[in-house]
């Protein structure tokens, strides 16, 4: 006979937002607010070494609310979305059995749906169909391997850079191994039973994005963002890996190699960040979330999403 068994779900609050939205700020007020602690959900700032381009906390920052998810692994070693969320849903049950509040904070939203609904059984890399891929933007270019992905799967496609050979490659080949679409296989997986988020969006309209982009660049390098990419390099972190091609970064080398000025790399890291910010808006708009915002709310309002909204209703399971 089949006993059912009461499985609370750990709530937590989101703050979820485009880059240069104000996602940081608004969860450093509310965890100062209710002492609550942050994992960031961020792709770039799990690598060490990755601070001024990335955004991540200072120092001070941190020392006044404890943060987690950040400098993760070296800047050449392998890093991808399940490890994240592994790591985010353990520090999420760490801090709430501490009887404080997680806040969950960033802009990889690939990320964040790995941490809430869980991701699919991916089939294993075939470096064989990887090369064929390499050979086929090699011959055609990038964009022609771009169009065959938003053929098949144009929600991906959207989602991904135009120049993300690896992620292009990687939904083209779980296509191909599998006859379904990466983004039907990630709706399809179950989600996880143990977490109960409630998350705001911040959407800024897009002119003031691109201002605030504009002011976080130049911000950036003016703390030093070009000395950051040169220790990096002479640390033995080359333009090959990846987040080394990241945003700013690539751009900032190209200047170190002598294949740009500082004047046009710095608009060029401009340009590429708010197209960035695009798919990131993008991707947001089919997230659910508990409210939507332009401009960041008082610390007070996000809090009280976490009482407006009843409570879920304990799980059950079968036991036998």
Not at 125 to 133: F, N, Q, S, T, V
Not at 251 to 258: F, M, N
Request: with cysteine; charged share 25%; aromatic share 4%.
């Amino acid at each position: 006979m089949s006993e059912a068994v009461a499985i609370p779900s750990i709530r937590f609050l989101g703050i979820l937002g485009p880059t240069a939205s104000g996602k940081s700020s608004l969860a450093m007020a509310v965890a100062e607010r209710v002492g609550g602690e942050i994992v960031a959900c961020d792709s770039q700032q799990v690598y060490a070494g990755l601070d001024i381009g990335t955004a991540k906390p200072t120092g001070d920052e941190r020392r006044r609310v404890p943060h987690h998810g950040l400098d993760l692994c070296a800047p050449d070693e392998p890093f991808h979305a399940a490890r994240w969320a592994a790591l985010a849903r353990a520090a999420i049950h760490d801090i709430a059995g501490r009887g404080r509040l997680p806040i969950v904070v960033g802009g990889t939203g690939l990320y964040y749906r790995a941490l809430t609904t869980g991701l699919f059984d991916a089939p294993p890399p075939d470096p064989e169909l990887r090369a064929r891929h390499r050979a086929a933007a090699d011959r055609d270019g990038i964009e022609a391997l771009r169009g065959r992905l938003l053929a098949v799967d144009p929600e991906a496609a959207a989602a991904i850079g135009a120049r993300d050979f690896v992620r292009i490659s990687r939904a083209l080949e779980v296509h191909e191994q599998t006859g379904q679409t990466i983004t039907a296989l990630r709706r399809q997986a179950a989600a996880p039973r143990d977490l109960a988020p409630v998350a705001l969006l911040i959407d800024p309209p897009l002119d003031l994005l691109r201002a605030r982009i504009a002011q976080r660049v130049r911000a950036m390098l003016a703390s030093g963002f070009l000395d950051e990419v040169r220790a990096l390099r002479a640390a033995g972190h080359g333009r090959g890996s990846r987040p080394m091609q990241a945003l700013g970064y690539q751009q900032l080398g190209a200047v170190l190699d002598g294949a740009a000025t500082l004047e046009a790399a710095t608009a060029e890291i401009e340009r590429v960040t708010l197209a960035y910010a695009r798919r990131q808006r993008t991707w947001f708009k089919k997230e659910v979330v508990a409210a939507r915002f332009t401009a960041p709310p008082a610390p007070e309002r996000a809090l009280a999403l976490l009482e407006d909204l009843p409570r879920p209703d304990l799980r059950t399971e079968a036991r036998g």
